[in-house]
C-alpha cells in the first residue's frame, strides 16, 4: 500500500487565524507566510529589517492578491525589541492563534546578543524562549492554538553545555554552537510539552525541521552555497514541515516532522524523531530555569478569569 504524501494541498481553511511567523522575510519562513496567506490566515511577519519584510510581503501580494499580512519589527537578538514587539501585539490583539518560532542563524562568527548572550542560541533559542512566554496568555486566550518550532536534524549532533551555554569558557566553535542552539529548540519543546499538555487552554505544540533547503541561512559556510546547488531543496519544499506542524490537525503535542528520505534531508513531511538528549529531563528543566533568569521571563498560565475577559 501507497502511502499518502503531505502537500499543500492537506493545509485546511485557515480563514479566521492569525498568525505569528518570525524570520518570515526569507527562505523557509517566507514561503511558509505565503502558504498560510494563501489559505486564509491573517499573517505578521516578524522581521528584524522592516525593508526587507516589506519587500517579502509585496513579493507574496504578486502571488497570493488577497493576502492579509503584515510587517512587523522584531529583533530576537535584543531583548528590549522582544519585549517593544510583544507590547504592540498585547496592545493590538486579545487572542493570538499560531506562534511559528522559525527565525535562525547558523555557523556564524562568534559574537553577542545585545544581552551579551552567544549570538547563536541569543537568537536561535533565548529570544524565541522570551518571545513565546511574552505572548503565552494570547496563545492562550485562543481556542486550539498551536506553537511551532523550527529546529533542525543538526540537533542530533549534539551535547548541550549548560554550564557555559553562552561560550563564554569554552574555546569558541561555530558548529557546535549552531547545533546546540538547535538542541535547546528540541530541549525546550518537550519540557513545554512536559509542563503544560495537560492544561486545556494551552497551545499544542508541534515541531518542524526542513531537511536541508538552499536559503541565506548557510552563507557563513563557503562552500555549503556551491553544495546546495546540488543537494538542497527549495525553500517550497523545505516548509512542508513547518506547514504540517502548523496546520495538521491529527497532530499532537510534541509530534515532529521533518523530510523522508536521504537521511531526512529532502522529500515530503512525516513523522520523525528528536534525539534522546532533546528528552533528558534534567537538560530541560535546567535549560527552562536558565532561560528564565537570563531574560527574565516566565511562562505563566492566565487565571480562568483572565481567560473567560
Ligand atoms: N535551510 C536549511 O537547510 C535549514 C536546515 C535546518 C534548520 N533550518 C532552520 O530553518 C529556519 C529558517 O531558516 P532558513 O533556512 O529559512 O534561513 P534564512 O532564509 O536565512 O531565514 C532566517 C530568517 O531568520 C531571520 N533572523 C536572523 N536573525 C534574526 C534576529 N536576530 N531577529 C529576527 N530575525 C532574525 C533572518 O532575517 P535577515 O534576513 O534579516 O537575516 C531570516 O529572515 C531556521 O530556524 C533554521 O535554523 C534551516
Redesign the pocket.
Known amino acids: 500500500m501507497t502511502k499518502a504524501i503531505w502537500t499543500t494541498d492537506n493545509i485546511g481553511d485557515q480563514s479566521g487565524k492569525t498568525v505569528i511567523i518570525?524570520?518570515?522575510?526569507?527562505?523557509?519562513?517566507k514561503e511558509t507566510v505565503k502558504q498560510l496567506a494563501a489559505k486564509g490566515a491573517k499573517v505578521i511577519m516578524?522581521?528584524?529589517?522592516l525593508e526587507?519584510g516589506r519587500q517579502a510581503m509585496t513579493d507574496i501580494k504578486q502571488e497570493v492578491v488577497n493576502a492579509d499580512i503584515e510587517v512587523r519589527q522584531?529583533?530576537?537578538?535584543d531583548l528590549k525589541s522582544v519585549r517593544a514587539f510583544s507590547d504592540t501585539i498585547h496592545r493590538d490583539m486579545t487572542s493570538l492563534d499560531m506562534l511559528i518560532n522559525?527565525?535562525?542563524?547558523?555557523m556564524c562568527p562568534k559574537a553577542s546578543t545585545a544581552d551579551g548572550f552567544d549570538i547563536q542560541v541569543g537568537?536561535?533559542h533565548f529570544?524565541h524562549f522570551a518571545l513565546t512566554a511574552l505572548l503565552f496568555p494570547l496563545l492562550c486566550a485562543a481556542k486550539h492554538s498551536r506553537l511551532v518550532v523550527?529546529?533542525?536534524?543538526?540537533h542530533k549532533m549534539a551535547k548541550i553545555n549548560l554550564d557555559d551555554v553562552n561560550w563564554t569558557t569554552r574555546k569558541y566553535d561555530k558548529n557546535k554552537a549552531y547545533f546546540e542552539s538547535?538542541l535547546a529548540n528540541t530541549l525546550f519543546a518537550y519540557e513545554y510539552v512536559k509542563r503544560f499538555s495537560s492544561q486545556p487552554n494551552a497551545p499544542r505544540l508541534t515541531l518542524g525541521?526542513?531537511?536541508?533547503?538552499s536559503?541565506?541561512?548557510?552563507q557563513h559556510v563557503s562552500y555549503l552555497p556551491l553544495l546546495n546547488k546540488f543537494f538542497?531543496q527549495a525553500?517550497k519544499d523545505?516548509a512542508l514541515p513547518t506547514l504540517r506542524a502548523a496546520t495538521d490537525e491529527t497532530a499532537v503535542n510534541g509530534d515532529f516532522f521533518g523530510p523522508a528520505n536521504f537521511f531526512e534531508l529532502r522529500g515530503h513531511p512525516v513523522h520523525v524523531s528528536a534525539s534522546s538528549e532533546s528528552k533528558n529531563q534534567a537538560d530541560g528543566e535546567r535549560l527552562w530555569s536558565i532561560s528564565e533568569d537570563l531574560t527574565d521571563v516566565s511562562f505563566a498560565m492566565p487565571t480562568p478569569t483572565q481567560v473567560a475577559s
Open positions: 518570525t524570520g518570515s522575510n526569507s527562505g523557509i519562513g516578524a522581521v528584524r529589517n526587507k522584531l529583533d530576537l537578538s522559525n527565525a535562525g542563524i547558523m537568537t536561535n529570544g523550527v529546529s533542525s536534524i543538526a538547535k525541521h526542513p531537511g536541508w533547503t536559503t541565506g541561512l548557510q538542497a525553500p523545505g
